[in-house]
């Protein structure tokens, strides 16, 4: 399996400000880059770290059994993180790391079917045990839905020519892989584009967030962890496209700033009070780009709960 990198992973762990004896939620375990970074440091706490993928959580064992126990792998989907949590007594916790980049090997092993670069029968599942799959998508959505996934979640400009050009090759027969979908993708792109730059990522991207519903899962989790924090809890996000980035910068707009009706009055009761403060946003540095050309759109916002 290739390496996994953590992105921003210094900057994260530092902004956690973690206590040894702090309870921790990691809501993106995959290969325990983050994960074993928090696990290391703390000594009578609890970690509780959050994947969907069984080969990922396998691995991961392996790794933080060697640090210590002090911790515990839950097989959902982080949409669930509140429940969860409850379930095994726990309603606050110090602090919350969300990394919502593709794993590195996810990205690397073909038959995931998440890469345009290797062949693989269209998958792009987090959960090999959902329903939906890229196949489903491609092959049975309509024109205005296919172009409008391709316009909302991937923000490519050709998507109605894209989707027209996916209609009509399914009309011979099923579009069965990835690769036959990136040559269909780049047959209904103008020569220039496909020269700029790969004219299938946005399209992937598009298609893997409406497999996984990532956009509504990330918004209820959000706003679940923001709830989750303890008073002076810590809440560290990193994301790689703008969608993301929008879904987050806009919940803690919303949860840092006093309720419209209220601002500007002398006495303001304590629920419409900001109940997060902002501390920072940070981009990967010239070293961390150098070593890991995929962090280049990565984006932490931390946030502190008042």
């Given at each position: 399996?290739?390496?996994?990198?953590?992105?921003?992973?210094?900057?994260?762990?530092?902004?956690?400000?973690?206590?040894?004896?702090?309870?921790?939620?990691?809501?993106?375990?995959?290969?325990?880059?983050?994960?074993?970074?928090?696990?290391?440091?703390?000594?009578?706490?609890?970690?509780?770290?959050?994947?969907?993928?069984?080969?990922?959580?396998?691995?991961?064992?392996?790794?933080?059994?060697?640090?210590?126990?002090?911790?515990?792998?839950?097989?959902?989907?982080?949409?669930?993180?509140?429940?969860?949590?409850?379930?095994?007594?726990?309603?606050?916790?110090?602090?919350?790391?969300?990394?919502?980049?593709?794993?590195?090997?996810?990205?690397?092993?073909?038959?995931?079917?998440?890469?345009?670069?290797?062949?693989?029968?269209?998958?792009?599942?987090?959960?090999?045990?959902?329903?939906?799959?890229?196949?489903?998508?491609?092959?049975?959505?309509?024109?205005?839905?296919?172009?409008?996934?391709?316009?909302?979640?991937?923000?490519?400009?050709?998507?109605?020519?894209?989707?027209?050009?996916?209609?009509?090759?399914?009309?011979?027969?099923?579009?069965?892989?990835?690769?036959?979908?990136?040559?269909?993708?780049?047959?209904?792109?103008?020569?220039?584009?496909?020269?700029?730059?790969?004219?299938?990522?946005?399209?992937?991207?598009?298609?893997?967030?409406?497999?996984?519903?990532?956009?509504?899962?990330?918004?209820?989790?959000?706003?679940?962890?923001?709830?989750?924090?303890?008073?002076?809890?810590?809440?560290?996000?990193?994301?790689?496209?703008?969608?993301?980035?929008?879904?987050?910068?806009?919940?803690?707009?919303?949860?840092?700033?006093?309720?419209k009706l209220y601002k500007g009055l002398p006495?303001?009761?304590?629920?419409?009070?900001?109940?997060?403060?902002?501390?920072?946003?940070?981009?990967?540095?010239?070293?961390?780009?150098?070593?890991?050309?995929?962090?280049?759109?990565?984006?932490?916002?931390?946030?502190?709960?008042?």
């Open positions: 399996m290739n390496k996994h990198y953590s992105v921003l992973l210094n900057e994260s762990i530092e902004n956690l400000n973690i206590k040894e004896d702090g309870i921790y939620v990691d809501c993106t375990l995959g290969y325990a880059g983050h994960s074993s970074q928090i696990l290391k440091r703390i000594t009578r706490g609890c970690l509780f770290a959050f994947d969907q993928d069984g080969e990922a959580i396998e691995y991961s064992k392996e790794i933080l059994g060697q640090i210590n126990d002090n911790y515990e792998i839950i097989k959902s989907n982080f949409v669930n993180i509140k429940s969860e949590l409850n379930k095994r007594g726990i309603d606050k916790v110090d602090g919350i790391l969300f990394d919502l980049g593709v794993s590195s090997p996810q990205l690397d092993e073909a038959e995931r079917g998440f890469s345009f670069h290797n062949d693989a029968k269209l998958d792009m599942r987090m959960d090999r045990e959902s329903k939906l799959t890229a196949y489903d998508v491609v092959n049975n959505y309509s024109l205005n839905d296919l172009t409008k996934i391709f316009y909302e979640y991937g923000e490519e400009k050709y998507s109605k020519s894209i989707a027209t050009g996916i209609i009509k090759a399914r009309e011979i027969k099923p579009i069965e892989t990835t690769m036959e979908l990136v040559s269909i993708i780049q047959n209904n792109v103008p020569e220039r584009y496909r020269r700029e730059h790969h004219p299938a990522r946005k399209v992937f991207q598009a298609i893997r967030i409406e497999v996984n519903d990532e956009l509504n899962v990330f918004t209820k989790a959000l706003t679940d962890s923001i709830d989750l924090l303890s008073t002076g809890g810590r809440l560290c996000v990193i994301t790689f496209h703008s969608l993301e980035d929008r879904i987050c910068k806009n919940i803690f707009k919303e949860y840092s700033e006093v309720d006495f303001i009761p304590d629920e419409y009070k900001p109940k997060i403060k902002l501390i920072g946003k940070y981009k990967p540095s010239k070293e961390e780009l150098t070593e890991n050309n995929r962090s280049r759109s990565a984006i932490l916002r931390v946030i502190e709960k008042l």
